[in-house]
């Protein structure tokens, strides 16, 4: 059975970096397409940074630049490098597949950046 295992949030001014992890058990992470999704209250989930199993990153604009999101096969670990954190990346971080099919998703970590 797959999981995923988000961490590493917190409470952060704005201006300050965070790194979070995603751990993955029942699954080889290397063959997959898979990303960092966030959730704002009141919004809908959206995928922030996306990582092809052959290392090519994409993101959404607003983190360009800021964000960075890599994988560790060896260690079946996901990890996104959030620099210079906004008021606006305040949300509920996951882990998953970026494909119609997923993983189950796990309960994510929060992070909250005030101003």
């Known amino acids: 059975q797959v999981q995923l295992v988000e961490s590493g949030g917190g409470l952060v001014q704005a201006g300050d970096s965070l790194r979070l992890s995603c751990a993955a058990s029942?699954?080889?992470?290397?063959?997959?397409?898979v990303g960092w999704f966030r959730q704002a209250p009141g919004r809908q989930r959206e995928l922030v940074a996306n990582?092809?199993?052959?290392?090519?990153?994409n993101y959404i604009d607003s983190v360009q630049g800021r964000f960075t999101i890599s994988r560790d096969n060896a260690r079946n670990t996901l990890y996104l490098q959030m620099n210079d954190l906004k008021p606006d990346d305040t949300a509920v971080y996951y882990c998953?597949?970026?494909?119609?099919?997923?993983?189950?998703w796990g309960r994510g970590t929060q992070v909250t950046v005030s101003s």
């Open positions: 029942g699954l080889s992470f290397s063959r997959y397409t």
């Open positions: 998953n597949r970026n494909a119609k099919i997923q993983f189950s």
């Open positions: 990582i092809f199993s052959g290392g090519t990153t």
